[in-house]
């Protein structure tokens, strides 16, 4: 069981990795040859991924939540996360909530 919650906690860092990678190539691209047409398909590209996340952050984020029943009781989520992702804490109270909504 442990050799399998390792491999899949290595699987998650291997993604997180490949992630960081893409930002930082697609950050050092010149965008300077695009016609208007281009930008517009590779913003609309951009705002699907930065979708996606936003769907896997609310997946974590509900698991997050959902494991505090197992966590020490002084577990705080709101201030865990607005310090972790350097936000309010109403900016922390909202996407728990929205965490907490089931997906329609």
Do not use: N, W, Y
């Not at 697609?26 to 016609?35: E, G, K, M, P, R």
Request: proline share 5%; glycine share 4%.
């Amino acid at each position: 069981m442990s050799s399998i919650l390792e491999a899949e906690r290595t699987v998650v860092g291997e993604a997180l990795d490949h992630l960081h990678a893409a930002c930082k190539e697609i950050d050092a691209l010149s965008v300077h040859a695009l016609t208007r047409s281009d930008l517009q398909e590779v913003l609309s590209q951009l705002d699907a991924g930065e979708r996606r996340l936003a769907a896997v952050q609310q997946r974590l984020l509900g698991r997050m939540v959902a494991s505090d029943s197992v966590s020490p009781p002084r577990f705080d989520p709101v201030g865990v996360l607005a310090r972790r992702l350097r936000i309010s804490p109403a900016e922390a109270q909202r996407r728990i909530a929205e965490a907490s909504q089931p997906s329609g």
